[in-house]
């Protein structure tokens, strides 16, 4: 994501003819696996921290608070099966479009969702899981809000390129644990927050992102205040010290390890299991260490 553009000075005015809009591939998609369980549970983790609503027990969406004022109000859309305020109209091509590109059925491009490196299987069973009849994806009629950008996120937006749409199949790396590690910090978008800016990330090679998962990013907490991101690699001010079971602790219940709680905006990943956590954590030990500076 883009978000140092967006403060580009005094093109603000020009931004109202600025192209955010793209033009969409119909592809053939054939939604292979079909773990609905499983999608479910990969839909919590990849989709949730911005989709799902706790106060409503669905997808029906919600404010996204840590978005920064000048960009606009951003709300996360209804993704359940409602077809005029959810996802309901979407095809499982244009699901996976989206998914691999950014780029929603009417061509608006999403940045956000951005994840051109995800597995075939887990996008088959994410599809699956929207198109199923679990209670959390019926059809609500709710609408969380219309995000509206201000001028200066229009034009943000417009700079920022959608990502091509790539027909060929990945695989998930299941049997090698560092490589399921990296895979994880990739797909549950943790190098976002945790490297150095929104504005140098590398969506196709996380890993060349700026400073990669070395902290620093400078985010908003519950109550608008900024704060920087944590840093994940193996260096005294990072995760050098901490054992296996305080990271799971830390992702899945918001404990540090000093015990102090971790709040908001770092989501909560409950849903990991112990392999998954335990390999996020071999892989971290495996990136190159970053000192953090205060
Ligand atoms: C970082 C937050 C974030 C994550 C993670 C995320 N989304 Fe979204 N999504 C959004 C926002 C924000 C919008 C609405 C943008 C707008 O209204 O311009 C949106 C819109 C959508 C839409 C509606 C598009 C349209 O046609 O209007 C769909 C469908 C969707 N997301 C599906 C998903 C799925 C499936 C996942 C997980 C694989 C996911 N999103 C992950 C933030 C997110
Ligand atoms: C939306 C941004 C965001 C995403 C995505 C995110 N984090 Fe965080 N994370 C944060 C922030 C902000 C904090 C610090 C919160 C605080 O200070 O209370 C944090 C804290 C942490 C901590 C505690 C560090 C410490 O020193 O106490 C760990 C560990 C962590 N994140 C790991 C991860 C992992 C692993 C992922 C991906 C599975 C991830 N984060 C995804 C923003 C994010």
């Known amino acids: 994501m883009n978000w140092k553009s967006w403060m580009l000075p005094g093109a603000i005015f020009i931004a109202s003819g600025c192209k955010i809009q793209y033009p969409t591939e119909k592809i053939e998609y ?24 706790f106060e409503t027990k669905d997808f029906s969406g919600k404010r996204l608070e840590d978005s920064p004022k000048f960009i606009g109000k951003i709300y996360s859309a209804n ?3 409602d077809p005029e305020r959810g996802a309901g109209k979407y095809t499982p091509g244009e699901l996976a479009y989206l998914i691999r590109t950014g780029v929603s059925r009417t061509g608006r491009l999403m940045p956000y969702m951005h994840r051109p490196n995800m597995a075939d299987q887990d996008l088959d069973d994410i599809i699956a899981y929207l198109k199923s ?39 998930k790396p299941k049997e090698d644990k560092v490589m399921l590690g990296k895979y994880l910090v990739d797909n549950l978008a943790c190098y976002h927050c945790h490297s150095k800016s929104f504005a140098s990330l590398d969506p196709l090679d996380p890993s060349r992102s700026k400073g990669y998962l070395g902290g620093g990013n400078k985010l908003r907490d519950a109550s608008g205040k900024k704060i920087k991101s944590p840093n994940l690699t193996p260096h005294i001010t990072g995760i050098l010290n901490w054992t296996d079971a305080e990271f799971r602790r830390a992702i899945t219940e918001g404990i540090s390890k000093d015990n102090s709680v971790i709040s908001y905006p770092m989501p909560l990943f409950p849903e990991l299991t112990e392999d998954e956590s335990s390999a996020i954590f071999a892989y971290l030990q495996t990136v190159p260490p970053i000192k953090r500076k205060r």
């Not at 939604?31 to 983790?45: F, H, N, W």
């Not at 200066?152 to 060929?168: I, V």
């Open 133 to 171: 009849d679990d209670a959390a994806v019926k059809p609500s009629v709710r609408s969380a809000g219309k995000t509206k950008y201000t001028p200066a996120g229009r034009l943000g937006l417009s700079m920022m390129k959608p990502g091509e749409y790539r027909n060929h199949s990945i695989q």
């Open 30 to 53: 054939k939604v292979e696996s079909q773990d609905v369980a499983e999608g479910k549970r990969l839909t919590m983790l990849v989709c949730g921290s911005c989709h799902y609503n």
């Open 79 to 81: 993704i359940t099966q």
